[in-house]
C-alpha cells in the first residue's frame, strides 16, 4: 500500500475525533461579501488541524501545498491564512508569483479597498485592536509592529534580489531575521529543479527554486504556504516531494461535481472565422438578453483567442472592418447553419423584431473598438490593462471583447466569460500514438480560466452560485451556465480536445443525459392544461420580537487574569526559584452593571462589530449603548471575574478585563445570521407552464435499480415496473433513487384501486428537480423539493376540490438526518393558506415518509384515512 498523502492522513485524524473550529479572526476579518463555500471552509480546518498538531506534524518546518482547481477561491485561502496566521505571531508575508500580470490582479485584491475584489474587512481587528494590511517594499523595519505586511514580487525578482544583493532589496538576511509566512502563487512554476535534478551545484544554485528553497530554511519558524491548481504528480520527483505537503486536494473534477463550475460545449462549425465569430457574438448577445429577462444586469465576454500575435493584430483590424458591413441579412443566414441552439436564439430576436435589424444594431454597439481590449503580448500588459481584464465582472467595466494570444492563458479566471473563439483551424503539436498534443492542453486549460460559474439567482439565493439546470439542461436558461468554445468541426480536433478536458477535470469521461418526457395523453388531458399547483415562498424573518441578548450572553461569566507587572532575575545554578516566596492573588467578580459606564463604553469603542448600528440590526428594541451595557436584558447580568495579584484593582485592569469579555460579545453579535421563515400562503402557477419535458444532466448510473437507471427496463424485478402504460404517471419513465421507484410500484398496487374505487382521478409527478415546485419550511425557511406531487379530484363532477399531496421516498441512511422535512410536510395540511381565484378549489397535504423496510404502516394509515375524506 502506497503511502498517505497528507490530506488523507488529515481526513483519518478528523474520523478519529480530532476537529477544529474555524478561527474567529477569519469570519471577522474577511470581506463581508465573502460567504465561505463548504470546500474553503474544509481547507481552512485542515490547515489548522495540521498547523496546531504537533503530532502531525512530527516538528517539521510548516511547507503545505493547497491544490485547488481554478477558480475555486485560492486568494480567499490566502488571505484568511495570512489572518489566522497573524493571531500565531506572524507579521511579515511574502507574495510571489511566477507572472507580472497575476501580480497587478493579486495586489489589487489584498490592497485596494475601494475594489470589488478587496478580500478583506473594512476593519480587521484582533485582541480590540485595528489592524492594517501594509504593503511593503522589504523587510527591513522591526518585529514589533502590529499591522500585517505584505511583499509582492515575482518568482523571477525574488531570485534575482537574493542571487544578486542590491540596495533596499531581499537578502537573506531578511529571511534569517524574521520569520516569514512565504505563498507562492501558481506554484509548480518552483519545481525546475525537482523536475530535473542535477549534479551540478554551480547550476542547482542559479535555479528559481534553490533561491526559494534557500530563503525559506533560513529561518526554522518561517512557513511555506504554495497554491496551484496544476501539480504535476505524474512526475516521480514532483509527488516525492508533496506527498506529505499536500494539506488539500481539491482539483477541477472535484469542482465541476460540485456544481460550481460552467458548463462546457464545443460549439463546432463548418464556417470562415469571420462567421465563426459572429455566431459567437449572436450567442453572447442572447445571453445578455436572457438574463436581462430574469432581471439580472450581466454582460457576456467573447474571448477572441489567435495562435499568433500578428494574426491577432489582422483579425482585429477585420472585425471591426465587418461589424461596420453588417446586416441583418447576414444574421438571419445563420439559421441555415443548423444549430440548434443559434436557431433558438435567431428565433428569440425575431420574436422581438422580424427584421432582426435591433439585433444588428445591438451586435454594432456592444462589440465596438471601446467595448474591446487586446492582450496580446507584454506591450499590452501593462496595469490599466490588467485592471481591466481582472474586474471584467464589474458593472462599470466596458469590455465585452478580449483579443488575445497566450497573455491570459494563467493565473486569470473570470466569471462572465461565456465564448471563446478559436481563431485557427490547424492542430499545431497534435498528440502521437494517441496523446494529447501539449497545445490542445493548453487549450482545455484556456478554457478552465472561464469555468467559474456565474451567479445569479432566478428562485432561491440558496443556489445562486450553483448550476442550476442540470436537471433541466432543454431549459432556455441553461445557457446562462454554459460555456462555449467556437472550432472548426474537425473530428479529430474535438476527440483530443474532449479528452484533454477529460484529463484537466473539466468534462465528464461519459456525460450520460437522460429525458423524462410528459406522456401526450396527460399533455391533451384538461387536467394539464387547466389546472394549478401551488408552492410557498422563503421570506425573511424579521428580528422585531428579539427584546434581549441571548440568554447564553446575558448570564455568563468571562474570565480574565491581570498581568502582575513585576520580575526578577534568577540565578538557575542557586536556590533562588526553591525560595521564591509566594504571591498572593485576588479574585474580584463584577456584574457589567456595576463597573463604570466610562470604563464599558471606552472598551466597547475598540470594536467595530458592536457600533451601535450594527447592534440595532440585531437587537432592533435596542434604545442605546447604554441599554446594551448595563441593562439585566442585556449585558447588566453578565459577570466578569478578575484575578490579580496587585493591591488593588484598577481602572486600567477592570478595563483590561471588560475589552477581554467583549471580544467574546462581539464573536456572538458577528455569528447572528439572516433568519428565514416559510410563508403560510401557498400561490398558485399554471400546471402546464412548470411541467414539460425535462433533459437530465448526470455523472453516473446507480446500477440494480439506483439514481438514474430506468424504472421500466430495471434487471431488477423488485424495481422494474413498465410506466408506459400507466396513465396515471405523467412522465414516460422513473430516473430516481430505488427507494422512489419502491414508492411508485407502492402506489401501482397499493394506493390505486383504493382511489380507482372512488370514481378518482389520479396522477403522480416525479419532481426531477422542478425549481417551482419547491417549498420552503414554515419554522426556517429551509428549501424542500419533495421527490413526488400527487393530484387527485372527482372525476367529471363540477365544482370538485383538486388535493395536492407531497410525498418524500427517503432511504433508512437518511430518515433521522431529514425529520425536519416530515415535520414540515406534516404541518402543511393545518397550516396551509391558499392565494389566487381558484383558492377553495384547491387543498394540500403532507403524507410521511414512504420506506419502504420501517416505514409503510405509518404512510398506508395516513394515505388511508386522507382518501376517506375524499
Not at 475601494?114 to 474587512?121: A, G, I, P, V
Not at 466569471?415 to 498534443?437: C, H
Not at 458577528?670 to 425535462?694: C, N, Y
Request: glycine share 4%; charged share 30%; net charge negative.
Amino acid at each position: 500500500m502506497s503511502e498517505q498523502f497528507l490530506y488523507e492522513k488529515l481526513d483519518t485524524a478528523k474520523e478519529m475525533g480530532y476537529g477544529v473550529v474555524l478561527p474567529e479572526i477569519i469570519k471577522s476579518g474577511l470581506s463581508k461579501i465573502i460567504s465561505l463555500r463548504e470546500y474553503q471552509l474544509e481547507a481552512f480546518s485542515n490547515f489548522v488541524l495540521y498547523f496546531e498538531n504537533e503530532h502531525l506534524r512530527k516538528n517539521k518546518q510548516v511547507h503545505t501545498l493547497f491544490h485547488m482547481a481554478t477558480g475555486s477561491g485560492k486568494t480567499v485561502i490566502m488571505a484568511g491564512l495570512i489572518l489566522y496566521l497573524y493571531t500565531k505571531g506572524y507579521r511579515k508575508f511574502l507574495f510571489f508569483v511566477n507572472q507580472t500580470n497575476v501580480l497587478e490582479k493579486t495586489i489589487d485584491n489584498f490592497t485596494n479597498s475601494l475594489s470589488n475584489k478587496y478580500l478583506f474587512n473594512d476593519v480587521i481587528e484582533y485582541l480590540g485592536n485595528k489592524v492594517k494590511i501594509k504593503r511593503v517594499e522589504n523587510f527591513s523595519g522591526g518585529t514589533l509592529d502590529d499591522d500585517i505586511e505584505i511583499l509582492f514580487t515575482t518568482t523571477q525578482k525574488l531570485h534575482m534580489d537574493l542571487f544578486e544583493t542590491k540596495e533596499n532589496s531581499l537578502t537573506y538576511d531578511d529571511f534569517e531575521n524574521h520569520k516569514v509566512v512565504f505563498i507562492s502563487d501558481e506554484s509548480h512554476h518552483i519545481n525546475s529543479l525537482t523536475k530535473k535534478p542535477t549534479k551540478y551545484e554551480e547550476e542547482a544554485a542559479t535555479s528559481w527554486e534553490y533561491s526559494v528553497t534557500n530563503a525559506f530554511a533560513s529561518n526554522k519558524d518561517s512557513i511555506m504556504l504554495e497554491f496551484t491548481a496544476t501539480c504535476d504528480l505524474k512526475d516521480a520527483n514532483v509527488l516525492q516531494k508533496y506527498r506529505d505537503k499536500i494539506v488539500f486536494n481539491y482539483p477541477l473534477l472535484s469542482f465541476r461535481e460540485s456544481g460550481y463550475t460552467k458548463d462546457f460545449q464545443n460549439f463546432a462549425t463548418d464556417t470562415n472565422l469571420w462567421t465563426r465569430t459572429l455566431m459567437a457574438l449572436v450567442m453572447s448577445e442572447y445571453r445578455r438578453f436572457l438574463f436581462a429577462d430574469i432581471k439580472h444586469n450581466i454582460k457576456p465576454v467573447v474571448m477572441l483567442k489567435s495562435q499568433k500575435i500578428d494574426e491577432s493584430k489582422k483579425f482585429y483590424e477585420e472585425f471591426f472592418r465587418k461589424i461596420k458591413e453588417l446586416t441583418s441579412y447576414d444574421l438571419m443566414n445563420l439559421e441555415l447553419v443548423g444549430i440548434e441552439k443559434l436557431t433558438e436564439a435567431i428565433q428569440y430576436f425575431k420574436g422581438k423584431d422580424e427584421t432582426l435589424e435591433n439585433l444588428e444594431h445591438s451586435i454594432k454597439n456592444a462589440f465596438a473598438e471601446d467595448t474591446s481590449i487586446i492582450m496580446n503580448g507584454s506591450s499590452d500588459n501593462n496595469k490599466k490593462n490588467q485592471l481591466l481584464v481582472n474586474s471584467l465582472e464589474d458593472l462599470d467595466n466596458p469590455i465585452r471583447l478580449i483579443f488575445a494570444v497566450d497573455m491570459l492563458n494563467e493565473g486569470w479566471d473570470v466569471l462572465n466569460l461565456f465564448d471563446i473563439v478559436r481563431l485557427y483551424d490547424t492542430r499545431q503539436g497534435s498528440g502521437k500514438a494517441g496523446k494529447i498534443g501539449a497545445y490542445t492542453i493548453k487549450e482545455a486549460q484556456l478554457i478552465g480560466r472561464g469555468a467559474r460559474y456565474c451567479p445569479f439567482v432566478v428562485d432561491d439565493d440558496e443556489l445562486k452560485f450553483k448550476r442550476k439546470y442540470d436537471g433541466d439542461i432543454s431549459n432556455p436558461n441553461r445557457l446562462l451556465e454554459t460555456m462555449y468554445f467556437h472550432s472548426k468541426n474537425d473530428s479529430r480536433y474535438i476527440s483530443e480536445l474532449k479528452n484533454a478536458l477529460i484529463e484537466t477535470g473539466l468534462q465528464a469521461p461519459d456525460p450520460i443525459v437522460l429525458e423524462y418526457r410528459l406522456k401526450d395523453e396527460f399533455k391533451d388531458s384538461e387536467f394539464y392544461k387547466n389546472s394549478f399547483v401551488y408552492s410557498n415562498k422563503r421570506l425573511p424573518k424579521g428580528r422585531e420580537e428579539v427584546h434581549s441578548l441571548e440568554p447564553s450572553m446575558r448570564t455568563k461569566t468571562h474570565y480574565y487574569t491581570a498581568l502582575s507587572g513585576k520580575g526578577k532575575i534568577f540565578n538557575l545554578f542557586g536556590d533562588d526559584i526553591a525560595s521564591t516566596a509566594s504571591v498572593k492573588t485576588n479574585i474580584k467578580k463584577l456584574k457589567f452593571k456595576e463597573i463604570g459606564y466610562n470604563i464599558l463604553l471606552g472598551a466597547i469603542e475598540c470594536f467595530e462589530e458592536l457600533r451601535f448600528d450594527i447592534l440595532k440590526a440585531k437587537y432592533p428594541s435596542l434604545k442605546s449603548m447604554k441599554e446594551f451595557l448595563t441593562s439585566d436584558d442585556y449585558l447588566g447580568k453578565a459577570n466578569v471575574e478578575i484575578t490579580y495579584t496587585q493591591e488593588e484593582l484598577t481602572g486600567k485592569i477592570i478595563f483590561a478585563a471588560v475589552k477581554h469579555a467583549l471580544e467574546k460579545v462581539a464573536s456572538h453579535v458577528l455569528a447572528i445570521k439572516p433568519e428565514f421563515i416559510g410563508s403560510t400562503e401557498f400561490e398558485p402557477k399554471q400546471l402546464s407552464s412548470v411541467l414539460r419535458d425535462k433533459t437530465i444532466s448526470l455523472t453516473a448510473i446507480e446500477a440494480n435499480g439506483g439514481k438514474g437507471n430506468s424504472q421500466n427496463f430495471c434487471s431488477n424485478e423488485e424495481y422494474r415496473l413498465d410506466l408506459s402504460n400507466e396513465s396515471w404517471y405523467v412522465f414516460n419513465d422513473n430516473y430516481g433513487t430505488s427507494e422512489e421507484k419502491l414508492f411508485v410500484k407502492y402506489f401501482k398496487t397499493n394506493i390505486e384501486t383504493k382511489l380507482k374505487n372512488k370514481d378518482l382521478e389520479y396522477y403522480v409527478i416525479r419532481n426531477e428537480r422542478i425549481p417551482e415546485l419547491a417549498i420552503y419550511s414554515f419554522e426556517a425557511g429551509e428549501r424542500f423539493e419533495p421527490d413526488f406531487l400527487l393530484f387527485v379530484r372527482k372525476q367529471r363532477k363540477e365544482g370538485s376540490k383538486t388535493y395536492q399531496g407531497y410525498v418524500e421516498p427517503k432511504g433508512n441512511q437518511l430518515l433521522e438526518n431529514n425529520a425536519w422535512k416530515e415535520e414540515f410536510s406534516l404541518q402543511i395540511k393545518d397550516k396551509h393558506s391558499l392565494a389566487g381565484l381558484f383558492a377553495d378549489s384547491y387543498k394540500i397535504i403532507g403524507f410521511p415518509f414512504f420506506n419502504n423496510e420501517n416505514r409503510t404502516c405509518e404512510f398506508e394509515k395516513a394515505i388511508d384515512e386522507w382518501i376517506l375524506t375524499l
